[in-house]
């Protein structure tokens, strides 16, 4: 018997039957919202539970349940709902308010479809996924005495598709036998090999095929972008990054700003969230940009943040930016391949990422960048060229005047790695046999599956940095741990793959195309041992 997906009860027909102690409050201009608790409602009895650390932090009244009866349904077991349920009803106990917003019918129908934590539940689990089929389409690393290791690195590095080493042969062939004509001959001509990957990129990207080119590496095209669009004026000078940006998103910025002689201390904005909070929240975010707009040049985030894993919202985001007059620009290295993303739709100017990470296509793989089409006739952009974005037809003439490609071809700069290019198409080729939405699915499903068996198992003996709504964070939670780098250390020495981040995070990335819920299982087990 599924979740019941209903309309929630406004205060004007809702009646409380107990509030829980220590419910969050929350301040600020947001809508109305219900505080942690017990309401009825049309004969219907609703549990409310708040996590004051989250972005979204309160339910908007007269929503729907939506991913909430889904999603949030799932990630706690029968037997912790029955112990909140005695928490709530006993007076003066505080509430687990690390739960994620969970909303739900208070029936026996909504208590069955919900995860388990024994490992039986993981293998059907698995049984049930419809893309378990596509794990055996990767290598796995294997320990010193050839086992397969758990891996759960797929944030920093992809594992390699099984299809690769065919890709990669294919051209080493096509030059061994054709050489430079290789360029213009053969099944995959060079000098078009890249035609074939922007289709399925786009569809991850959630872009138009134009706004879209594949070439050099993320720092790099972040320059190339930056030196187009950051164009600083006495009144309009900063960039605005989120606190704990990664490292060469930060280098790049304070480059820049010194390039045009300012100094990166004045020049650039940082985003922080709130005191005692790990992430920043949504409403934090569009505020500070309402109150600095006007002296803000350019934006850029990362889509998602390597350390604390938030995805941010990207759409609302981008909105109150632009209203602002300010240029939008994402490093999407954690969220390429990783979740749903529509930067044509949300009118970002421009984006950058890699491809070695969920995209899979191997250590120091070409990156990816996105131009909105509007750019396209944006005469006031000056880009610095090279001959691989002139006009196709007569690039070969080796004319003096540089005529652009348009579109996001037209920003290309060098002739691109066709190997490197060959392991991203293999990758490709298994999204596009998947389906994106299929693996953006699994990977919610999966993420959930994580989060209940390390509150079913460890429950206070961690905190999970990540947002706990599933729209705020993809195939990532990054945990902190009392004594974490030793907890690491134990793991790495079990051959067991994940990271650590400095200060104190251990991040853990459960990929949907090939880890498995029995995985996950396998993982937290060895971290409860661990510690």
Not at 500 to 518: G, H, K, T
Request: aromatic residues 10%; hydrophobic residues 40%; charged residues 20%.
């Amino acid at each position: 018997m599924s979740t019941n997906t209903v309309a929630v009860p406004t205060f004007e027909t809702a009646t409380p039957i107990m509030k829980a102690a220590g419910s969050p409050s929350l301040g600020g201009s947001r809508p109305a919202i219900m505080e942690s608790g017990l309401y009825t409602a049309n004969g219907t009895r609703y549990m409310i539970a708040n996590d004051a650390r989250m972005a979204r932090t309160s339910f908007r009244i007269g929503s729907p349940l939506s991913h909430c009866a889904t999603d949030h349904m799932n990630i706690s077991g029968y037997d912790f709902v029955q112990r909140m349920l005695r928490e709530w009803l006993l007076p003066g106990m505080s509430i687990l308010n690390r739960l994620s917003l969970s909303i739900f019918s208070w029936n026996s129908r909504s208590l069955n479809t919900m995860f388990e934590s024994a490992r039986k539940n993981a293998l059907k689990l698995d049984e049930e996924d419809s893309l378990r089929s596509f794990r055996d389409r990767f290598h796995r690393p294997v320990d010193a005495k050839g086992r397969p290791r758990l891996y759960f690195t797929g944030n920093s590095l992809g594992l390699q598709p099984r299809n690769a080493e065919t890709s990669l042969m294919e051209v080493l062939q096509a030059w061994r036998s054709l050489g430079g004509d290789g360029h213009f001959r053969g099944n995959l001509p060079w000098t078009r090999y890249h035609d074939g990957l922007i289709a399925s990129m786009a569809g991850i990207m959630g872009a138009r095929q134009s706004e879209i080119t594949i070439m050099n590496a993320l720092t790099v095209n972040l320059h190339l972008m930056l030196a187009a669009f950051y164009r600083p004026t006495a009144e309009r000078f900063r960039i605005l990054i989120e606190k704990d940006a990664f490292p060469s998103d930060q280098y790049a910025v304070a480059a820049q700003a010194r390039w045009h002689g300012l100094d990166p201390s004045e020049a650039i904005l940082r985003l922080n969230p709130r005191p005692g909070e790990n992430t920043i929240r949504t409403q934090d975010t569009i505020e500070f940009i309402g109150r600095h707009g006007p002296e803000i040049a350019v934006l850029l985030l990362g889509g998602i943040n390597y350390y604390t894993g938030q995805f941010f919202e990207l759409g609302p985001i981008t909105a109150a930016a632009r209203r602002q007059g300010i240029i939008v620009g994402y490093d999407l290295a954690h969220a390429a391949g990783n979740v749903p993303l529509s930067l044509h739709d949300w009118n970002v100017d421009f984006a950058v990422w890699c491809t070695y990470k969920y995209l899979n296509a191997g250590p120091g793989s070409p990156g990816g960048v996105f131009v909105h089409e509007r750019h396209d006739s944006n005469d006031e952009l000056t880009r610095l060229a090279g001959w691989w974005g002139h006009d196709r037809s007569s690039r070969f003439q080796m004319p003096d005047t540089f005529l652009p490609i348009p579109g996001a071809e037209g920003w290309q700069v060098s002739n691109p790695s066709i190997p490197g290019l060959a392991l991203l198409r293999a990758s490709l080729d298994v999204f596009d046999e998947a389906d994106f939405n299929q693996i953006t699915k699994k990977g919610r499903r999966l993420t959930a599956y994580f989060e209940f068996l390390l509150r079913e198992r460890l429950a206070d003996r961690v905190e999970i940095v990540t947002p706990l709504d599933p729209d705020q964070r993809g195939a990532q939670l990054s945990i902190r741990i009392r004594d974490g780098r030793v907890v690491f250390e134990r793991l790495e020495a079990r051959h067991i793959g994940c990271d650590w981040r400095e200060p104190d995070v251990i991040r853990a990335a459960p990929v949907p195309l090939y880890n498995s819920f029995e995985d996950v299982w396998e993982f937290v087990d060895a971290l409860v041992t661990a510690m």
